[in-house]
């Protein structure tokens, strides 16, 4: 079981009925989704102690629509580009330094905007996104969107269990 703050723990256990189970929970570091036999909730407590708690009954959902994002990858062109023009920049602001009064400033003023372009193009070609899980959970009259992280079951626990719901329990393995 994922590793919950106590604050969030104790909300989820006052919420669930007797006899109900907790079956898969995700805690993304601010909030707790937990799928149960019977609902699926979604709790959030804030630093000043507030309590939030949505519960959708499984009977009540209509349709449930994954999509699974993987990692992005790093622009490996704009890497090689920052870089080299970064480089290029440190080489130009360098020589610069060994030229006479007006060369010095050229040269440097260009070498420094060149390392400043340079290392925007890098950072832009770095920053990626994990990859993740969006979870649209539909009932008749309102639609629920979740994100879980990439390896999360939460998706096919919610499915499995809404499945269930129009099968007896007796007849359930």
């Known amino acids: 079981m994922v590793d919950l703050p106590e604050s969030h723990g104790k909300v989820l256990q006052d919420h669930i009925t007797e006899g109900e189970s907790i ?5 993304d570091g601010e909030t707790t989704t937990a799928v149960s036999g019977r609902r699926l909730y979604q709790v959030e407590v804030d630093d000043a102690g507030v309590e939030s708690v949505t519960a959708i009954g499984l009977d009540a959902v209509t349709r449930i629509d994954t999509e699974r994002h993987p990692d ?3 622009d490996a062109a ?11 920049g440190l ?3 360098g020589f610069g330094l ?11 003023i260009g070498g420094i905007l060149a390392i400043t372009i340079g290392l925007v193009i890098l950072a832009t070609a770095l920053d990626t996104e994990d990859g993740h899980a969006e979870i ?5 009259t309102d639609e629920w969107e979740l994100e879980v992280g ?3 079951d939460l998706p096919e626990t919610v499915s499995e269990r809404v499945s269930r719901r129009a099968v007896p329990i007796d007849t359930v393995e």
Do not use: P
């Open 150 to 152: 990439l390896n999360s």
């Open 91 to 93: 080489a130009l602001a």
């Open 72 to 74: 992005e990858e790093q």
């Open 23 to 27: 079956a898969t929970v995700e805690y």
């Open 98 to 108: 060994t030229q006479s009064s007006v060369k010095i400033l050229l040269f440097v």
């Open 136 to 140: 649209e959970v539909t009932t008749g």
């Open 78 to 88: 704009g890497v090689i580009v920052g870089s080299v023009l970064s480089v290029a």
